[in-house]
């Protein structure tokens, strides 16, 4: 099983801050199969990223993701109010595997 | 519109038996894997079990193997998961999710809660 570790656990930040979440896997991810969402509490997830880098469509383009391999990024280029959630990490190269999660929450 | 609708779920004793349906709309359900995926109390998410888009293949994790079941009925354009020996650990939020390049959509979720 492939699993995850998410980094920072909590993310304090103000709007407008630029806020990089990271996530590594213990081995490496196949085809970087490899998707990031958002969850907002009482609501399921939401998937912003997938294939480590592309977006999902209506996705805001402050959102961006990275990385290849075993290390993995979320950038948020600008936080906007209702981007402050829990955000998961999650591979589906080998089974799936979720991270812990990361949240960003107001400073 | 895609949507996913579950029903079921609830307050079952340990060792108890659940049911949770999922029904799809919107898309062309027979040509989706599907997913459950569960979330225990202020806990993250944990993938439980998928199933082939023609229901020959089902994949769990490993804590509900022997216990759980998925299904599909793909002339009801709908997913089932069948939760039987219900564990006090297996408490959590259940979404039905479709299986694409991640899970693209989800259902709203059902709480199962197993206590005496």
């Known amino acids: 099983e492939i699993v995850l570790t998410q980094s920072p656990g909590t993310l304090s930040l103000s709007p407008g801050e630029r806020a990089t979440l990271s996530c590594r896997a213990s081995q490496s991810v196949r085809n970087n199969y490899f998707a990031w969402y958002q969850q907002k509490p009482g609501q399921a997830p939401r998937l912003l990223i997938y294939d480590a880098s592309s977006r999902v469509t209506g996705i805001p383009d402050r959102f961006s993701g990275g990385g290849s391999g075993t290390d993995f990024t979320l950038t948020i280029s600008r936080l906007e109010p209702e981007d402050f959630a829990v955000y998961y990490c999650q591979q589906y190269g080998n089974s799936k595997t979720f991270g812990q999660g990361t949240k960003v929450e107001f400073k | 519109e895609v949507q996913l609708v579950q029903s079921g779920g609830g307050l079952v004793q340990p060792g108890g038996s659940l049911r949770l349906s999922c029904a799809a709309s919107?898309?062309?359900?027979?040509?989706?894997?599907m997913s459950w995926v569960r979330q225990a109390p202020g806990k993250g998410l944990e993938w439980v079990a998928n199933?082939?888009?023609?229901?020959?293949?089902?994949y769990y994790v490993h804590s509900v193997e022997g216990r759980f079941i998925i299904s599909r009925d793909n002339a009801e354009n709908s997913l089932y998961l069948q939760l039987n020996s219900l564990r006090a650990e297996d408490t959590a939020v259940y979404y039905c999710?479709?299986?694409?390049?991640?899970?693209?959509?989800w259902g709203q979720g059902t709480q199962v809660t197993v206590s005496p």
């Open positions: 919107g898309f062309s359900f027979s040509t989706h894997w």
């Open positions: 999710a479709r299986d694409s390049l991640g899970y693209d959509f």
């Open positions: 199933i082939k888009e023609d229901g020959s293949r089902q």
